[in-house]
């Protein structure tokens, strides 16, 4: 550890002068503008905002969207963590690899795939329509369950990721202690892998969950504007109406849920360690 | 239940749902037919020779190309004395400024990509070139902290000491004993941030004007208008980069240990 004061902050500080201006203060002016109307300091722009019953059924749409696919990411995560966990070395390295390939390619490319197979000629339709399911072709494009599908796929592997290192960190002899002393597998996990693995689970689920309700692309790709989530439409009251003001207020919005599910799952993984 | 056969068929359910797009945009983007479709209509290389003569995809992919480099080199410029002053030195303030250079990650991209059209483009005419540059480094700087940060941290501090006693100055102890030892980890750096820059959307959305536009939101305002198979067959080839990249790193850094 060095003691040079001076040289520490010479260090430091271009990079933090830097994230200062250029990215927090422009940030903080724009939400700062939210709380502004002609008289001054004011909340009306929130409660204009969202006496809009569209802009209710987006937030609560985005809120809806974000939980069930942190849900259903976790489930299947679970299954998938285990499953790899327990493969042997070589294996378990493949595996790994694959879970970690699709986060590194374009999200446009990834959520693109899905127009080929929700489409009305999809493959899913093709499968539909021949086994006689359905005369015409369902829609699924440009629905709730469309987006649903493209966030899990984009979001499932950073859950996998965290459950594997928790899964890892647990003590190798809690589950077969567990077995024999006559615990079902239900037990098992709800009273031995859960509280363990715990911490990864909310690591997991912030990501998820934070990534969600952040989403751009995937609503906007498979969703439209039939299916707006907040920042479709922060984007479509920007260039469509030139509404700075709505867009502040949904950018407080987002912000806000994100620290907010960050600190509430932060606080659900201490207070439940702690019992 | 069978305790051998539930763990396989997660597995095989979960790969395909993960990879198993990408294996069906690459088919889609060898169609013949004028019309994205899965199975394809016969075979043919013309989407893909298609991607290359639209010229907005070349210019789009130039300036992602261009801001994925630059906007990296820059975080790192500024990020790599940054982790040393934070993991070796009593930082006055060290935790604000470790949140600050780590806000990035944490506020949507396109909250940021507006805030600076609007306050920095706009009043102050900024390039949006630059405007771009700017937001893309600041994107990428939270990673840039974090990876070598851990790097510095798993390297033992008492041989850049040893060094300052022996009578090298501090910046040689730092270029001739400090650097060697995490160059995998700056590379490692690199690599994300470059994927992480070259993917963003929504820093850029609000950050486009005439001419001035990144390869994903060129992309996205492309399908908007058209629905051949082009987009797949770039879709395709920008996967396959992705892959070549990560296999590379995987292969000379073990990369996945950083991300």
Redesign the interface.
């Known amino acids: 550890?060095?003691?040079?004061?001076a040289?520490?902050?010479a260090?430091?500080l271009?990079?933090?002068v830097?994230?200062?201006v250029?990215?927090?203060?422009?940030?903080v002016?724009?939400l700062a503008e939210g709380f502004r109307n002609a008289d001054g300091w004011s909340v009306s722009a929130y409660s204009g905002f969202l006496s809009d019953p569209l802009n209710r059924t987006v937030f609560l749409r985005t809120l809806r969207l974000g939980a069930a696919v942190t849900v259903v990411a976790a489930v299947?995560g679970y299954?998938?963590a285990?499953?790899?966990v327990?493969l042997p070395p070589k294996g378990k390295g493949r595996?790994?690899?694959?879970?970690?390939?699709?986060?590194?390619?374009?999200?446009?490319?990834?959520t693109?795939?899905?127009?080929?197979?929700l489409?009305r000629?999809?493959?899913v339709n093709q499968a539909l329509t021949s086994v006689g399911l359905t005369d015409e072709p369902v829609r699924f494009l440009f629905t709730e369950t469309a987006v649903f599908v493209g966030l899990l796929?984009l979001f499932?592997?950073l859950m996998?990721l965290a459950l594997i290192s928790a899964l890892e960190n647990m003590p190798k002899d809690a589950i077969p202690a567990a077995r024999v002393l006559g615990a079902n597998w239900f037990q098992v996990f709800w009273k031995v892998i859960l509280p363990l693995t715990r911490e990864g689970l909310v690591i997991g689920g912030t990501l998820v969950f934070?990534g969600s309700l952040?989403a751009?692309?995937t609503p906007?790709?498979l969703g439209g504007s039939k299916v707006l989530m907040l920042?479709t439409l922060?984007?479509q009251r920007?260039t469509v109406a030139n509404d700075?003001v709505s867009?502040s207020v949904i950018?407080f919005i987002?912000?806000v849920m994100?620290?907010a599910a960050?600190l509430l799952l932060k606080r659900l993984a201490t207070a439940r360690s702690k019992r | 239940m069978n305790s051998r056969l539930f763990p396989v068929t997660v597995l095989v359910l979960v790969t395909a749902f993960l990879i198993g797009p990408f294996f069906i945009i690459v088919a889609a983007s060898l169609s013949e037919g004028e019309t994205l479709a899965f199975p394809p209509q016969g075979l043919s290389l013309k989407w893909v020779a298609k991607v290359f003569e639209v010229e907005s995809f070349r210019e789009s992919f130039a300036m992602s190309m261009l801001l994925a480099i630059g906007g990296t080199a820059a975080a790192l410029a500024l990020g790599i004395p940054a982790s040393y002053a934070l993991s070796r030195y009593r930082l006055p303030f060290g935790e604000t400024v470790r949140t600050v250079v780590s806000l990035p990650i944490i506020v949507p991209g396109i909250i940021v990509g507006l805030a600076l059209l609007r306050y920095l483009v706009v009043p102050f005419g900024f390039n949006i070139t630059l405007a771009l540059f700017l937001a893309h480094t600041a994107l990428v700087l939270p990673y840039a902290v974090r990876v070598v940060s851990a790097s510095l941290n798993n390297l033992r501090s008492d041989i850049e000491e040893a060094a300052v006693l022996l009578g090298s100055s501090r910046a040689g102890a730092f270029f001739r004993v400090v650097m060697p030892n995490i160059r995998s980890g700056i590379l490692a750096a690199f690599i994300l941030g470059f994927v992480t820059s070259f993917n963003q959307v929504p820093v850029s959305l609000f950050l486009s004007g005439p001419g001035v536009r990144t390869l994903p939101i060129d992309m996205l305002s492309y399908m908007e208008v058209t629905y051949d198979p082009s987009v797949a067959a770039l879709s395709a080839l920008l996967a396959f980069m992705s892959i070549g990249i990560v296999f590379l790193a995987e292969r000379f850094l073990g990369f996945s240990r950083y991300v």
């Open positions: 550890m060095f003691h040079n004061r040289e520490a902050l260090l430091a271009p990079a933090a830097f994230a200062a250029v990215f927090l203060a422009p940030v002016i724009l299947i299954a998938a285990f499953a790899i327990n595996m790994i690899g694959l879970v970690v390939l699709p986060l590194m390619i374009s999200p446009v490319a990834r693109y795939a899905w127009i080929v197979i489409g000629t999809g493959i796929q499932l592997p996998i934070t952040t751009y692309i906007a790709i920042e922060l984007y920007v700075f867009a950018a987002l912000i994100s620290f960050n």
